[in-house]
């Protein structure tokens, strides 16, 4: 988990925050029920969590930072007003009003907050942008469409001593977190066949590539870079899911299975032994040969 003061300066972030307001503001915007607009915003508020323990060991000094994939942007102004250099990238489109609409009504709150959004996906960061310390992404590299294309964009924006810093689900471990849905091991995407079309044909499944991290690191690889997993994430999971109620009330399928795993079959020690390169999510760096 996050050191107790960065820990502390988000939660201060967040509480400043008056979630009421942003929530009628985004109603009125989309047309949204109110009570969902704020149940969506509370989840997304909660999840600068994982940002924050992703990146708690990249955040001593001051750096130019790329966060892909931004969502409504709470964690990028939260990195701005700890002093970083942020932009923040989130595609433009049909199916992210929510998440625009929300984004505006925290900037609105925010105002005096300064970091650079830009309303593309990693494949068209603009050329000239200057090269970035840290780039990290939170749940999002299971969404692209190439995934070595996203390595390369990525990549191609990173100073020679830059961190590229991720998490997101790893697909070797058959289960998808979105739906909690077991998976067909090996070929995943054939689950589809087995699925209600409310799964199978919706916008959020036909979006997911089941990245893996052999994948991850065949296509690192072939860029000249390492690929380094974070070992112990499975178990960190289950604390999660013991330790936050929010994050275990949408993952009541989860809950069921490492209710199974830990408390029926007494298997925590399996989990904490679990090898990094299949356990989901995964959590990984990619490093150039002359990174420090």
Request: hydrophobic share 40%.
């Amino acid at each position: 988990m996050a050191n107790s003061t960065l820990t502390s300066q988000l939660d201060d972030f967040i509480g400043r925050l008056d979630r009421h307001r942003i929530a009628h503001r985004v109603s009125d915007d989309v047309g949204l029920d109110p009570s969902e607009a704020r149940r969506q915003l509370d989840v997304y508020l909660n999840e600068t969590h994982v940002g924050l323990d992703l990146l708690e060991h990249y955040l001593d000094e001051p750096c130019r930072i790329l966060e892909v994939g931004a969502g409504i942007g709470a964690f990028s102004a939260f990195l701005a007003e700890l002093g970083h250099d942020v932009t923040a990238i989130e595609p433009a489109g049909p199916g992210f009003e929510v998440m625009h609409s929300t984004r505006r009504a925290l900037d609105e709150q925010l105002a005096g907050t300064r970091r650079t959004v830009l309303e593309v996906g990693v494949e068209e960061l603009p050329a000239d942008l200057r090269p970035f310390d840290l780039v990290f992404s939170v749940h999002v590299l299971e969404h692209v469409r190439d995934v070595d294309r996203a390595i390369t964009a990525m990549d191609t924006h990173l100073a020679p001593s830059g961190r590229s810093v991720h998490v997101c689900p790893n697909y070797a471990f058959p289960f998808d977190p979105h739906f909690g849905v077991p998976l067909l091991p090996v070929a995943p995407a054939v689950t589809a066949s087995l699925l209600p079309d409310s799964i199978s044909r919706s916008g959020l499944w036909e979006s997911l590539n089941f990245i893996t991290a052999r994948q991850v690191r065949r296509s690192a690889a072939r860029h000249g870079l390492r690929s380094v997993f974070r070992s112990g994430v499975m178990i960190d999971m289950v604390e999660r899911l013991e330790a936050d109620p929010l994050f275990r009330e949408r993952h009541n399928r989860l809950v069921r299975l490492t209710d199974l795993i830990v408390n029926r079959l007494r298997l925590r020690w399996l989990l904490q032994r679990w090898p990094a390169s299949l356990a989901s999510p995964m959590i990984f760096e990619l490093r150039r040969d002359t990174a420090c």
